[in-house]
Each structure stands twice: as structure tokens, then as C-alpha cells.
């Protein structure tokens, strides 16, 4: 994997590539700056790795489990403070 300090995976990463998963929000749907939308991507990646995986975490690595929990709530946060504060709002559907 590339590093992501530099910049090269998440500047890799295109919008029209995204599919989320299945549970996730679609950050489709928010208008986000490109920059953390590239972001909350790479963290949906994370935790649906975590979640294919919990009853591992559960069972043998309790401490990441939490961590994981944290950060799916930080994630969360991220994303409804831009809806509230009107940063951020789901896009309108285009009438046909």
C-alpha cells in the first residue's frame, strides 16, 4: 500500500470510484470538500474492514475493537456538524 502521509492514496482516489458500503452513509449524498470526502472514504474502508472482522476484535483484540468504536463515533460526528452547521447538506434531486 502507498503511503498516505504523502498525500498519493488519497489524492488517488476519485469520486466517481466511490461505491459505499453496505451500512454507510453515501458521501455521495453530502457536499463535501474534496479533501475529506477522500477522508471519511478512507475511514468507511477502515471500519467495514473492522466490522467484516468483529467477533476477531471482539475476542482477541479488544482494545482496537474500541478504537475502531471511536472512531466510527468521530466519523459520525464529522459528518452531521457539516450538516448542521451548513457546511455541508445533502444534495437536492434533480426533478425529471
Known amino acids: 500500500m502507498e503511503k498516505i502521509n504523502g498525500g498519493n492514496v488519497l489524492t488517488k482516489l476519485k469520486k466517481k470510484d466511490?461505491?459505499?458500503?453496505?451500512?454507510?452513509?453515501?458521501?455521495?449524498?453530502f457536499n463535501l470538500p474534496i479533501t475529506l470526502f477522500r477522508k471519511l472514504w478512507k475511514i468507511q474502508d477502515f471500519l467495514n474492514h473492522v466490522n467484516a472482522r468483529k467477533?476477531?476484535?471482539k475476542k482477541y483484540n479488544a482494545i482496537q475493537w474500541g478504537k475502531a468504536k471511536?472512531?466510527?463515533?468521530?466519523?459520525?460526528?464529522?459528518l452531521f456538524v457539516h450538516?448542521?452547521?451548513?457546511?455541508?447538506y445533502f444534495k437536492k434531486k434533480k426533478r425529471k
Do not use: I
Not at 70 to 78: D, F, G, K, N, P
Open 18 to 29: 466511490y461505491h459505499p458500503y453496505p451500512g454507510f452513509y453515501d458521501l455521495r449524498e
Open 55 to 57: 467477533e476477531y476484535y
Open 70 to 78: 471511536e472512531l466510527s463515533a468521530a466519523y459520525q460526528r464529522v
Open 83 to 88: 450538516v448542521l452547521n451548513g457546511k455541508a
